[in-house]
Each structure stands twice: as structure tokens, then as C-alpha cells.
């Protein structure tokens, strides 16, 4: 149950199901958001982490049927274990239905070579200003950053991504619990986060015309602190098919990537509910 000081958890647990609670809808229809599997996902194999010094560096979730508003089951499966490397894989099952999986990769941290790697510069907009935000009735905080610059507006996709000619950005917040009575960590956060990159990089001028069928994150570092930054950098698509990419960020700097592929949509099919404060 949520109090005054905890909004309501996307997830109640009950047994060995997770049940959505209303905040969980997406905006292509009574489903629970793609945006709510991948860390649903994330967490999961997360879980299969004993070893601290391991760390997740890859999640590549395929969203591969519609998740409707119902309980779900997780299963989990370690595919390798060595010294240095760790493979896992997660699946979430409805209606005894593998409905979306993930695979993920965890790395053992060592010493950094040196030496200087090519990378594109990117600047991030400012953190914003959450404090200017309602009260937490939201699923989580999107401002949207494009036209305006560096002011950004709060889950407005429509006024900066919409237009023509500018790159887009985009800062998110978890502002509720994935699960209830579970903390919420950074592996968790962005994954959480990923599924972001396929509205960001396929909005355009028409809104958003792609539903996204899967999205890869992959990290140098976990996130700090409570929000992470997405960076536009492409949209191909071709014959109802698209690729988009966005570098990943947090408050002190790049920390990865993202890339999510997406098939097109008829214009009315993107139907955000009111909860999710898109505009």
C-alpha cells in the first residue's frame, strides 16, 4: 500500500505474481508501458547479481506481445558465469505466455587503460527545475527539451518534439516505486529510462507514429543521483520501420547508450491516458 510520503508502486506483489496497479498503463492501450517491463526486467536480473563488483552493462529487452493489466510472472536463467563475465536472462510470463525477455550482460570492473578514446561531445540541458512540479500523480517526470533549448517542458513531448530542426533531450525521474516496498536502485532507474529512447528519437513533426518492439542500454558506469538525461542523435526509418539512438546520461555526465527499434503506427494509435501527462 502507498502512504502520503510514498506515491502508489507500479507493482504489488502477490505470491510469486506481480500485479500492475493503474499507474502502470502506457499509452497504446490497456497495457502495462514498455517503459514499466524494461525495469520490471532490469530488476530481475538484477537480482541474479552476487558479486558487487560485477557490473550490469548491457540490457537488450524485446517487447514481443502486449502486456495487458494483469498479474505476470518473472523467470530468470544464468547462461554464463566466469571470471569476468556474467549472462543472464529474464522473461516475463502472462496468461502462461512469454509476453517480454531481456538479456543482460555484467561485467567485472578492473583497471581503466590509458589513453584517449574519439567520442561526439554532447551537452545535456540542465537538470530542471523539479520543484515547479505537481504533485506526484504522474507514472514518473519527463521534461522534454527542443525548441525552447535549455528551459525544457514537463511532458511536453508534442511542444519541443514536434518541430523541426532541433535536437531533442529529455531528463526522467522515477518518482514512485517499481514494486512495492522494494528500493529502488540505478541499474533499475535507467533501466527503467530506456524505454524513453524510442519516443525520443522517432517523435517528429506527425507525433508519434512508431510503437517500439525492443531497446538496448549499454553503460560505462551506473547512474548517480536521481535522474537520467537522454540525448537524441538518429532516426532512420524506411517502409514503416525505424532505428533511433540517444546517448544516456546523469547529472555528471554521459554513461552509456541507447538504441530502440520501432514499427510504424496509424496516426490515432498513440493514446496516452491522462495519468501520463503527455502534451
Known amino acids: 500500500m502507498s502512504t502520503a510520503d510514498e506515491p502508489e508502486a507500479f507493482f504489488t506483489v502477490d505470491g510469486d505474481r506481480f500485479v500492475p496497479g493503474p499507474m502502470a498503463q502506457g499509452p497504446w492501450g490497456a497495457t502495462v508501458s514498455g517503459h514499466i517491463v524494461g525495469g520490471l526486467l532490469g530488476w530481475a536480473i538484477e537480482r541474479e547479481q552476487t558479486d558487487s563488483q560485477l557490473q550490469p552493462t548491457r540490457l537488450t529487452v524485446d517487447l514481443l506481445r502486449p502486456t495487458f493489466m494483469e498479474p505476470v510472472q518473472i523467470r530468470t536463467t544464468v547462461r554464463r558465469e566466469g571470471k569476468r563475465i556474467k549472462v543472464v536472462d529474464a522473461e516475463i510470463l502472462q496468461r502462461d505466455d512469454v509476453v517480454s525477455r531481456a538479456s543482460a550482460v555484467l561485467l567485472r570492473r578492473s583497471e581503466h587503460p590509458e589513453g584517449q578514446v574519439w567520442s561526439q561531445p554532447v551537452t545535456m540541458p540542465p537538470l530542471p527545475d523539479d520543484s515547479v512540479a505537481p504533485a506526484p500523480t504522474m507514472p514518473f517526470l519527463l521534461w522534454a527539451y527542443g525548441s525552447t533549448g535549455a528551459v525544457g517542458t ?87 520501420i525505424a532505428s533511433g539512438a540517444a546517448t544516456l546520461f546523469d547529472e555528471h555526465g554521459p554513461i552509456g547508450s541507447s538504441i530502440a527499434v520501432a514499427l510504424g503506427q496509424p496516426a490515432d494509435a498513440f493514446r496516452p491516458p491522462p495519468h501520463i501527462g503527455l502534451n
Open 154 to 240: 514537463l511532458g511536453g513531448t508534442s511542444v519541443e518534439w514536434e518541430q523541426e530542426g532541433f535536437q531533442k533531450f529529455a531528463w526522467v525521474r522515477e518518482i514512485r516505486p517499481l514494486i512495492a516496498d522494494v528500493e529502488m536502485t540505478p541499474f533499475t532507474r535507467v533501466a527503467l529510462a530506456g524505454d524513453v529512447t524510442s519516443a525520443l528519437t522517432h517523435w517528429g513533426t506527425g507525433g508519434l507514429r512508431y510503437i517500439n518492439a525492443d531497446f538496448t542500454i549499454s553503460l560505462s558506469r551506473l547512474p548517480i543521483g536521481d535522474h537520467i538525461g537522454l540525448a537524441a542523435h538518429a532516426h532512420h526509418g524506411d517502409a514503416g
